[in-house]
């Protein structure tokens, strides 16, 4: 009830969890976010910034990617009944300085004073952002769930955990290709509504192979189905609004069109930036059977919903259509 005073002194900008009210945690070895203390005092001395590595700024360049997706996310589980909170404010309030970030993304490379300072302050309000809404999603959607399994695998794999925001970024180019193609390509005639819900025995049993390897006592595994079927048994309860939304999804897209970029600017912005593109660039390198796993069962993790589960019970999300995203990054000199 009366927490010491909270201090944080940034020592570079490889994140935006420095003015955040959330922290993720490791529980049975599962990635959770859970509700944490603000920052009574937030110092950010642009001079002791400057100094720091080049790649820790980039990370946190990369971790703004995110902006171009989690909303997105956010506001689809919306649509389809599977959120309650969203609200356009915390996007809005640094989609303009985004863009100016990403139209400066080669004086970012070249450490220039002014672009470092806009860093610093769109991450900060990157994360009050997340504060405002009461939940990470403003700025966490499908990309970070990546992540966080490559993270989650790095005990087996016996290896570090890369720079957050780079591994986010990296992620985040599939899930600008995965919102290209949703927004493009996606046919809502196609989808067999008898065969959108699956049961939860068939469910569980998915969870649990997906995760079952990454320790010895079924702990993530348990972890995960823990989650999922709550978000398994919302979507069974909000049938009518998959309905709806398959009926009206040109509005929709319409509507959130111009809240999300192309993958090829994405990368070509990343690109000048200095910052790796590839997941075998990374500080820790993740090879490509890994990545193929991440990405395959990121949705099958936890209760937030995101494109990849309407793809999913879509019947469109399998390693297929992981394969062909993989290879649509390869076009762009990113993916593996």
């Known amino acids: 009830e009366h927490p010491l005073p909270l201090v944080i002194v940034q020592t570079a900008l490889s994140v935006n969890a420095f003015s955040d009210g959330v922290s993720v945690m490791l529980i049975n070895g599962v990635k959770r976010t859970i509700h944490s203390h603000y920052p009574s005092i937030l110092i950010v001395d642009l001079d002791i910034i400057a100094d720091a590595p080049a790649e820790m700024n980039v990370s946190g360049y990369g971790d703004l990617i995110a902006t171009w997706t989690a909303p997105v996310d956010w506001y689809l589980a919306n649509v389809l009944g599977m959120g309650d909170n969203f609200h356009t404010a915390p996007s809005d309030m640094i989609r303009v300085q985004c863009e100016e970030l990403l139209e400066n993304s ?120 823990a989650d999922y079927r709550i978000k398994l048994a919302r979507w069974h309860a909000h049938k009518d609004e998959l309905k709806d939304f398959l009926a009206h999804f040109d509005e929709f ?55 990849i589960d309407l793809l999913y019970f879509s019947g469109i999300w399998d390693a297929k259509f992981v394969d062909m995203l993989l290879e649509r990054a390869e076009k762009l000199d990113a993916g593996l």
């Not at 660039?281 to 209760?303: F, G, H, Q, S």
Request: proline fraction near 4%; aromatic fraction near 8%.
């Open 106 to 225: 080669g004086r970012l490379k070249a450490g220039d004073p002014k672009v470092i300072g806009d860093l610093a302050n769109v991450l900060t309000l990157s994360g009050l952002s997340m504060g405002i809404a009461g939940e990470s999603c403003p700025a966490s959607g499908s990309e970070h769930v990546m992540s966080h399994l490559i993270d989650m695998a790095s005990g087996v794999r016996h290896t570090g955990i890369c720079y957050h925001g780079t591994q986010v970024a990296v992620s985040g180019i599939i899930s600008s290709i995965i919102w290209d193609y949703f927004l493009n390509e996606f046919d809502p005639s196609s989808v067999d509504l008898d065969k959108a819900y699956p049961d939860a025995a068939v469910m569980e049993g998915r969870v649990k192979e997906a995760f079952d390897w990454l320790d010895n006592d079924h702990s993530a595994a348990n972890e995960c189905w």
């Open 253 to 307: 897209r319409d509507q959130v069109s111009g809240w999300v970029k192309k993958p090829e600017y994405i990368s070509a912005c990343m690109h000048s930036a200095g910052a790796p593109t590839r997941y075998s660039e990374l500080n820790y390198p993740v090879d490509a059977k890994t990545v193929r796993w991440a990405i395959n069962n990121c949705c099958l993790m936890r209760n937030r919903f995101s494109v």
